[in-house]
């Protein structure tokens, strides 16, 4: 089947441990996206990459890193600079072209004790 | 900066009824305006989608408005159903950016049987 994989679907770390969220697609997309999700503030766009190795910054990337080595993947580290890093974290992605369907994966929830 | 308004936050339907979800923008230059659709726990889907070239788009229960000089539009859904509920997210984006999407903030829909 073709889509997006997040994982793990549920992570609980302890405050201060970075920790790395995983997102994998087979569609062929040049283009991938992280957003963060919090209720009744939408999506924020985190960090996205129109080629591989090349990625660049969204609205609130303070506190997380992203690399793109393969077409195929995007994972997200959350680090202990991040001050509030709780949320659910969507992955997406889509071809680079506007007006193009960007999907999503059924997102990664983190949760920081 | 919030480029995309979205209102109201949450909506109450009942069964049958008519749901009106309104976006403002403030950017000339977003050419495509799509709405997703997003159930808890899962990430959000293309639901439909408009250029400013029309001023309607329809597809089944799901109504598209454009009002190009007021910089609004608005999703419309007739014949509102329990299963319509969820959250919907209006977007926009311009061609200089790619696929990159700004969102509104959401609207919680719940339809009541």
């Known amino acids: 089947d073709g889509g997006i994989t997040q994982s793990p679907k549920y992570l609980f770390r302890k405050e201060g441990q970075n920790v790395t969220l995983s997102c994998e697609q087979n569609?062929?997309?040049?283009?991938m996206y992280w957003y963060r999700q919090d209720p009744g503030q939408g999506l924020r766009l985190i960090y996205y990459?129109?080629?591989?190795?090349?990625?660049q910054k969204g609205d609130i990337a303070e506190g997380y890193s992203v690399s793109r080595e393969k077409k195929e993947s995007f994972p997200l580290t959350v680090t202990s600079a991040q001050k509030n890093p709780t949320a659910f974290y969507l992955c997406?992605?889509?071809?680079?072209?506007?007006?193009?369907?960007?999907?999503f994966g059924e997102g990664s929830w983190l949760t920081v004790v | 900066q919030q480029q995309v308004k979205q209102s109201p936050q949450s909506l109450i339907v009942q069964k049958g009824g008519i749901s009106i979800i309104n976006c403002a923008y403030e950017?000339?230059?977003?050419?495509?305006f799509p709405w997703y659709q997003q159930f808890p726990g899962k990430g959000p889907a293309l639901l439909i989608a408009?250029?400013?070239?029309?001023s309607e788009k329809k597809e089944g229960r799901f109504t598209i408005s454009f009002n190009k000089s007021a910089k609004q539009f608005s999703l419309h859904i007739m014949d509102s159903q329990p299963g319509d509920s969820a959250t919907y997210f209006c977007?926009?984006?311009?061609?200089?950016?790619?696929?990159?999407?700004?969102f509104g903030e959401g609207t919680q829909l719940t339809v009541n049987p």
């Open positions: 997406a992605s889509s071809s680079w072209t506007s007006g193009d369907t960007i999907y």
């Open positions: 569609l062929n997309h040049d283009a």
């Open positions: 990459s129109q080629i591989v190795n090349d990625f």
């Open positions: 950017n000339t230059a977003f050419d495509y």
């Open positions: 408009i250029r400013p070239d029309v």
């Open positions: 977007a926009a984006s311009k061609e200089t950016s790619g696929s990159r999407l700004t």
